[in-house]
């Protein structure tokens, strides 16, 4: 850890801090650095925007990449106030930087009352023993439109 | 599963199909429903928009929401053409829906080409074993925040 990650931690929690500030929604910030300099930038909006998707990684990474024009964060550090919960880890994922860093993890939000760690156990447990009931139906239509990307010539894959 | 179960599955598959069939993304495709009425659609739009959060299930929970005006999707019923990934799962759960059908499976997105079944098992694992480098750093900065929201009076919880 550098001066300089500590300076981009400091930048996320201040977010967090800000957006509280607001009303704007919970108490999360993260940003998204390349080379040194930060391409995106986020707090969790939920609530102000009713929107449950926007989560600080998630804001964070939709505005670094639309600054890249890329859906693909290479070569990026992505620093946030919190360990992210199982949506915003799998975003990350997605995107593939090159590294994150968190400050509080899953337990501190639970103590704030976050449900990450409710949502991590369900994630592991196999379908038919979720607490949100899944049924899988029409397989093989669904198929077809697999085969038709498959044999797709001009796809973009990601 | 009824017959209107299916009907609203072959929309969510349509969108899949007519999503690849535009280049707007990967073969993917989602509804939200409520009281019988579709509310809220969407198909994949990674690569057209360059944003790696826009699934389907997200592009479809997000309209949802803006429809009904909140970031809950209560007694609503999700339908996507593909299991959800870790992300969209974890959308899912934050916007709590009453049900989910799906009709391709995790394996079958694999098989042409998605990586869901490797951020399932990266999300299983402790975090010093994952993929992606994760550091938790400036803990006590980021738990002070999380003092802040626990002992602020005029939150919007969620």
Redesign the interface.
């Known amino acids: 850890?550098t001066e300089r990650?500590?300076e981009f931690?400091?930048r996320a929690?201040e977010l967090?801090?800000n957006g509280?500030e607001a009303?704007d929604?919970?108490?999360f910030?993260a940003i998204v650095v390349r080379d040194g300099e930060i391409i995106g930038e986020g707090c969790n909006r939920?609530?102000s925007t009713?929107?449950?998707?926007a989560h600080a990684e998630?804001v964070a990474?939709?505005e670094a990449?639309?600054n890249?024009?890329?859906?693909?964060?290479d070569g990026c550090v992505i620093y946030t106030?919190?360990?992210p919960?199982?949506?915003?880890?799998?975003?990350?994922?997605?995107?593939?930087?090159?590294?994150?860093?968190?400050?509080?993890?899953r337990e501190?939000?639970a103590?704030?009352?976050f449900?990450d760690d409710?949502?991590?156990d369900?994630?592991?447990l196999p379908?038919e023993q979720r607490r949100?009931?899944?049924?899988?139906?029409?397989?093989d239509?669904?198929?077809?439109?697999?085969e038709?990307?498959?044999n797709?010539s001009?796809?973009?894959?990601?």
């Open positions: 850890m990650d500590k931690m400091r929690i967090a801090q509280i009303n929604g919970g108490p910030g939920v609530t009713n929107d449950p998707t998630v990474i939709r990449c639309q890249l024009n890329s859906f693909q964060l106030s919190c360990e919960c199982p949506m915003c880890l799998g975003a990350i994922y997605w995107a593939r930087p090159a590294k994150m860093y968190f400050a509080c993890n501190d939000a103590n704030v009352g449900d409710f949502i991590y369900e994630i592991a379908i949100i009931e899944s049924i899988s139906i029409l397989r239509e669904g198929l077809m439109v697999f038709n990307w498959a797709k001009d796809k973009t894959e990601y």
